[in-house]
């Protein structure tokens, strides 16, 4: 990936709220969390949103970090392994019970398995079809708009 | 009296001049020699045939192929395109360049997996593709890890090729093509341009046809390779072409001599010519059991990382800069691509000089060569500049280099250079006559002057449009022009422009997406 | 030089006559086929002193693989530095009129290929039974460049438009006088070609001018007749031999328009024996013109002179003596008197002494003297630039060709092909090696210039020895000097240049070939002694170089750049070699290389 800072943001914010909005719909009903089903989406959608509030933050430390680098690109392996960070800060949150409006304790399996697929999901299509339909994506450094 | 005519070798005879006229009919008179807009009347009375059609691509390589291709998938029919060329195909010139400078189909390019020349959208990329063709994981996983714990990963040249001819079949490119050569572009009189072409001989009564457009688009590639001087002035003084070579020029029988006997040979020049250029030489001599000696004369020996500051540092060593591609990745659409486009002047120029200098990718394998060679001590490198080339007995060459430590002076077999320069775009004498008459300038850097759109700045001809894409443009505000990449990103700006002129139509989600799935497919457009 | 100057008068007939510089040829065959080949050839080895290469490329055509069939016949006549080239082919004939020079191509078993030192005299090549019959307007007739319909073509020594009784009228003889030629050039050759001619032909500005001052007049006056005209010309009918027309009696000596002094026809003729520097183009020599022509007068006697009334001549030799700036009014009439003359140094006289020259006695009526002597239009004059006035405008009063403008940048190619590569042949001749039309004495090819200008063979894409892509350049081929085309490299790493033809083997030095230096020799030594002494030969066609086995015992083995096995040569058949080529004899192996990327 080759983004610029603000194409960071706004490709983090298109993917999540887009690819990652339509996933946890889609995951909410099948994690092992005993919820129910209304306040399985809560849950999930809260957590969803703290990634992304958080990601934001995290985008403006990966472009500094970038910034050491060369070619000034993304590598697409840094994109998966931001998700090791990221979970992390986001889980130790949830554990923290910091977050607003997630009240019980959230299990990790389920957290796990929430957040990784997302990532993943969301990796892949930024590393793939994203650049399909936006075809100007690509080359502004991420920008949609 | 014999009654049957006599067909003799040729044009066809020209049909009888009128009085007055242009020694020659069909020709360009000296008045459209000397005016830099030329009337409908003007052309007419050259008897030159005029042939109305909206878009015109001037070259006919991998520039105009790329532009072509992006028209199409906005929807623009064939008929309202022609791509004035002397190319059987847009990628001849690419691949004769390619293969003499040892990158045979077989061996990688240096371009990125996503750079696909067959494909705007760039997906699935190169390394997909060949994952997909060969049942394997390792392109994928190569592609992962690069470039932190892999080399970035490369397609081969082959499969750049072949993909390309599938889409030229699939936008049904050969319709567009007219063979000839373009003399000359200017503007007309009321709108548009005059492309002049000269059709092949006896391809046509008149011997010069005029393309009256809209839109011209120029992607002639670069002049040629400027041969140093002293390569030069060897041939013409000995007319030994043997042994002093270019690596841009076949030159295999440099590598058939030292099949034959040992010897050494002197490679000039730190780019990735000179990297393949040794991997050959190292190859050969591994698979044969030669004695080759190398010896490597870098004019500037980069010994470490280098670069102004701690933000920008390129890694170097043993003589050699090493950068992933061309250019610093970015250019291709990241930070540098939009520090470079709000920039001017010579502001710009510093930026370019900045990442520019010659650099080659780090290839593993390169490096575990050359290393060897060092061990081994068949491979020296060094710095020098040569001075001076003279033959020698037997078919060696004599030469003298400076270096830091003094002259020095070696036979050997052969030199190559690795250092040909690419000639001014005046050399061309489309770009020499857009200089003088088109209205065209020169950019920061010398070469064409384009708008971040493309369009040849001072060129308009309202409602008319003149674009210039590929390596002429190198110095304006896209950097990284002379790659497939970048040849697609300046056909994206083009196409843009000409969505808002109204010629093609918007190529928004809905429309790419389902291009995309015709593509996919592989349904023809 | 001379050659292109001469006039060409062509004879009707059922073939084809064609004219190209320093090249007449005269063909017939009903297949137009080896027809144009013979066209082609013959133009591709045009420009100055062609003869012997065209010579020695037509040879090679009738004896090489691809010779046409008996049914062409052909003939040329070519300039070959101070002589003549003739190569006749079948029932064609040459003759040189006045000198009884007369080649026949059925004297001989394959063909006739001979030099004949530049005749004074018309020489007509034509073919068998083609009788030229004098013709009215002969005067106006000429050929400059192209192939027209004909069976016959004389040549007519002297500046083309010059004063010149036709050759075969002195012998009574009847000419066919066509209608002017109708020049049917390929696009823009005839323009190419005139500047190219312009400096051959650059005379002195006087005489120039002063031609062109010549009072002409297109028609022929009432009463004139051809026969008479001729007759009177030549002598009469009876003139030796007139029946014959293939024999001129005796050589004619070259005519000098500008310093003729008006002898009979055949004396004029024969009066400028003696002049020969004396023509149109070099009217230079002084004093000596006087005492030349006066010589040449004397010669008169001997040649037709007989029945030499000036009358025809006489105004034609006012003509030409208006041109003669010194020659006083007197010196005229008495060339009517067919008296030898003495010439005065060639300044030449202005337009109005002519008319005071034509004497009563001339007699014959209408004789274009008359008309000669109608006044020039100044047009016609000198606003052109130097070169020698062409017969047909002087006469016929119309303005001459268009002012020369500067050739376009990218002229045509003289008649040749453009850039476009020509398919290989399938015995490996590559027509682009006619087209190309090196010549293998030097290094001499044709090829097209780099945007730096240097010489490429045409299918290349960069120049070889600057790097610059040569499709900038349109076709225009150019002769000049051809860079090596490749290097040979053998198995030991011996690597010999080829911008020479070799013959290769084991002792080539045997061959007289080597030893004549026409080829260099490569000497391969094989311990099984499978190489023969003489085994193969490295021949360079154009830009192509090729491989010809030499009869050698074992054999020579080729295999193309990508072929994995040895494919025999079949001996004698060229193959031509691509880069990469290698090949096999007897246990040694070599590799042909080239800088010039062309497959």
Redesign the interface.
């Known amino acids: 990936m080759l983004p610029t800072l603000n194409g960071r943001i706004q490709t983090r914010i298109f993917l999540l709220v887009v690819v990652g909005g339509i996933w946890t719909l889609l995951i909410t009903p099948v994690l092992p969390v005993d919820l129910p089903l209304a306040d399985r989406y809560r849950v999930t959608f809260i957590v969803l949103l703290t990634v992304l509030v958080f990601g934001i933050v995290w985008e403006f430390i990966y472009h500094f970090i970038q910034q050491f680098r060369w070619e000034k690109d993304w590598p697409t392996l840094f994109g998966l392994v931001t998700a090791v960070n990221e979970g992390a800060l986001v889980w130790v949150l949830l554990e923290l019970g910091v977050v607003p409006g997630i009240s019980s304790p959230v299990p990790l399996g389920a957290y796990l398995l929430q957040f990784l697929t997302t990532w993943i999901v969301v990796w892949l299509v930024a590393n793939g079809p994203m650049r399909v339909p936006f075809i100007h994506w690509r080359f502004r450094g991420g920008r949609l708009i | 009296?014999?009654e049957?005519t006599?067909?003799?070798?040729?044009?066809?005879?020209?049909p009888d001049p009128p009085r007055n006229q242009?020694?020659?009919r069909g020709?360009?008179t000296?008045e459209l020699?000397e005016t830099d807009w030329w009337s409908d009347d003007a052309v007419a009375r050259a008897g030159i045939p005029v042939v109305d059609v909206p878009f015109v691509s001037v070259g006919g390589g991998i520039g105009s192929f790329v532009t072509v291709d992006y028209l199409r998938i906005c929807g623009v029919p064939t008929s309202a395109i022609k791509v004035l060329t002397?190319l059987e195909h847009p990628w001849e010139?690419y691949e004769?360049l390619t293969r003499?400078s040892q990158i045979p189909r077989k061996e990688r390019l240096r371009s990125d997996s996503a750079s696909c020349p067959d494909n705007i959208w760039g997906f699935p990329s190169y390394a997909v593709r060949e994952a997909m063709a060969t049942k394997s994981i390792k392109p994928l996983w190569h592609v992962l890890m690069e470039p932190i714990f892999t080399d970035y990963w490369t397609p081969k040249a082959g499969q750049a090729f072949e993909s390309m001819e599938k889409e030229y079949h699939r936008i049904a490119y050969p319709e567009t093509v007219v063979k000839g050569?373009v003399?000359m572009v200017r503007r007309r009189i009321g709108g548009g341009y005059f492309t002049i072409l000269?059709p092949?001989?006896?391809a046509a009564p008149t011997?010069r046809i005029a393309y009256r457009s809209r839109y011209v688009h120029l992607a002639v590639?670069?002049?040629?390779?400027?041969?140093l001087p002293d390569l030069?002035e060897y041939?013409?003084t000995h007319?030994?072409?043997?042994s002093v070579?270019?690596a841009?020029?076949?030159?295999?029988?440099i590598y058939?001599?030292l099949?034959?006997?040992p010897?050494t040979v002197l490679v000039r020049g730190g780019g990735i010519v000179a990297s393949r250029v040794l991997q050959r030489l190292i190859d050969d001599r591994d698979a044969r059991g030669l004695q080759t000696q190398i010896l490597h004369s870098f004019r500037t020996f980069v010994t470490g990382s280098h670069g102004p500051n701690i933000w920008m540092r390129r890694r170097g060593g043993d003589g050699w800069a090493y950068q992933g591609f061309n250019y610093p990745k970015s250019v291709w659409g990241g930070q540098l691509k939009a520090r470079v486009r709000k920039l001017e002047g010579q502001a710009r120029a510093d930026l370019y000089g900045q990442f520019g200098g010659t650099n080659t990718p780090w290839r593993r394998n390169w490096q575990r060569q050359m290393r060897r060679g060092r061990r081994e001590q068949w491979y020296h490198p060094f710095q020098g500049e040569i001075s001076s080339l003279a033959p020698g007995p037997k078919?060696m060459v004599n030469v003298t280099l400076t270096t830091p430590q003094g002259p020095r002076q070696f036979q050997v077999i052969a030199v190559i250079d690795c250092t040909?320069l690419e000639?001014d775009i005046r050399?061309?004498?489309v770009f020499a006559d857009l200089l003088d008459h088109g209205g065209a300038g020169r950019n920061v850097l010398g070469r064409l002057d384009v708008e971040r759109s493309f369009e040849m700045r001072g060129t308009r001809s309202e409602p008319g449009r003149m674009y210039a894409s590929g390596s002429a443009t190198n110095g304006g505000y896209f950097p990284g022009v002379d790659t497939f990449l970048g040849l697609q990103i300046a056909a994206q700006e083009i196409a843009d422009d000409l969505t808002k002129l109204g010629f093609c139509a918007p190529l928004g989600p809905l429309r790419s997406t389902s291009q995309w799935w015709k593509w996919a497919r592989g349904k023809r457009i | 030089m001379g050659f292109d100057v001469q006039r060409a008068v062509v004879v009707?007939?059922?073939?084809?006559v064609a004219r190209f510089p320093g090249v007449l040829c005269v063909a017939r065959c009903p297949d137009?086929g080896p027809?144009?080949h013979l066209?082609?050839l013959c133009e591709e080895t045009s420009g100055d002193s062609p003869g012997r290469t065209l010579a020695k490329r037509l040879a090679s055509w009738l004896a090489g693989p691809d010779a046409p069939d008996e049914e062409l016949v052909f003939g040329t006549v070519a300039a070959a530095g101070e002589q003549l080239a003739v190569f006749l082919a079948g029932p064609v004939s040459v003759e040189v009129a006045g000198s009884g020079l007369a080649l026949s191509g059925t004297d001989a078993a394959s063909w006739t290929d001979r030099l004949l030192p530049l005749p004074d005299s018309p020489v007509v090549l034509a073919l068998a039974g083609v009788a030229p019959r004098p013709e009215v307007a002969i005067d106006v007739l000429d050929l400059r460049g192209g192939?027209v319909?004909g069976a016959g073509v004389v040549l007519l020594n002297g500046p083309a438009g010059g004063e010149q009784a036709h050759p075969l009228a002195e012998r009574g003889s009847r000419t066919v006088v066509k209608r002017p030629p109708p020049e049917?050039?390929?696009?823009?050759e005839q323009?190419v070609e005139a500047p190219r001619r312009r400096p051959e032909m650059v005379a002195p500005a006087p005489p120039v001018e002063s031609w062109q001052n010549e009072p002409l007049e297109p028609s022929v006056p009432e009463g004139f007749s051809a026969d008479e005209w001729f007759s009177k010309e030549s002598g009469g009918p009876s003139a030796p031999d007139g029946s014959d027309t293939r024999t001129p009696p005796e050589a004619l000596p070259r005519i000098d328009p500008l310093t003729d002094p008006g002898h009979g026809h055949g004396n004029g003729v024969n009066g400028l024996n003696g002049v020969h520097g004396l023509n149109g183009v070099n009217g230079t020599h002084g004093g000596s013109n006087g005492s030349g022509a006066s010589n040449a007068s004397n010669g008169v006697g001997h040649t037709l002179g007989a029945e030499a009334p000036p009358l025809a001549n006489s105004g034609r030799h006012a003509v030409l003596a208006e041109s003669l700036p010194k020659i006083n009014g007197s010196a005229v009439p008495e060339q009517q008197s067919a008296e030898p003359v003495e010439q005065t140094p060639p300044e030449w006289a202005p337009a109005e002494q002519i008319p005071e020259q034509i004497p009563e006695p001339v007699g014959a009526p209408g004789l274009d003297a008359e008309t000669e002597l109608a006044e020039i239009p100044e047009a016609s004059s000198v606003a052109s630039p130097p070169r020698a006035p062409r017969r047909a405008e002087a006469i016929l009063g119309v303005a001459p060709a268009?002012p020369v403008?500067a050739?376009?940048?990218?002229g045509?190619?003289v008649?040749?092909?453009?850039?476009?590569a020509a398919p290989e042949s399938p015995n490996g001749l590559d027509p682009n090696g006619l087209d190309s039309g090196a010549v293998r004495d030097d290094q001499q090819a044709r090829g097209h210039l780099c945007?730096r200008g240097h010489l490429n063979d045409p299918r290349s894409?960069?120049?070889?020895?600057?790097?610059?892509?040569?499709?900038?350049r349109?076709?225009v081929l150019v002769v000049g000097q051809r860079?090596?085309l490749?290097?040979l490299?053998?198995?030991?790493?011996?690597?010999y240049?080829v911008?020479a033809e070799y013959l290769v083997g084991r002792m080539p030095e045997a061959d007289t070939r080597v030893r004549s230096g026409a080829l260099r020799s490569i000497v391969v030594e094989d311990r099984s002694g499978a190489v023969s002494r003489v085994h193969a030969e490295i021949r360079i066609n154009g830009w192509d170089v090729l491989i010809t086995d030499s009869g050698s015992r074992n054999g020579t083995f080729i295999a193309g750049p990508s072929e994995p096995g040895w494919t025999p040569l079949p001996p004698g058949r060229p193959r031509r070699m691509v880069?990469?080529t290698r090949v096999r004899m007897g246990g040694r192996t070599f590799?042909f290389?080239?800088?010039?990327?062309v497959r």
Do not use: W
């Open positions: 009296m014999r049957d006599i067909q003799l070798p040729g044009a066809a005879v020209a242009a020694p020659q020709d360009l000296q020699l002397q010139s004769y003499v050569q003399r000269t092949p001989e006896g011997r590639g670069y002049p040629g390779l400027k041969f030069q041939r013409e007319r030994d072409y043997g070579v270019n841009y020029e076949p030159h295999e029988q058939q001599r099949h034959a006997a010897g078919g040909g000639a050399e061309h004498r | 009707a007939g059922d073939g084809v137009p027809l144009r066209l082609e192939a319909p049917k050039r390929k696009t823009g323009r268009e403008r050739p376009l940048e990218d045509n190619p008649g040749a092909r453009g850039a476009v945007a894409h960069f120049c070889v020895l600057c790097g610059i892509r040569m499709n900038e349109t076709g860079p090596p490749g290097l490299v053998f198995d030991d790493g011996a690597t240049t911008d880069p990469g590799v290389e080239s800088p010039s990327g």
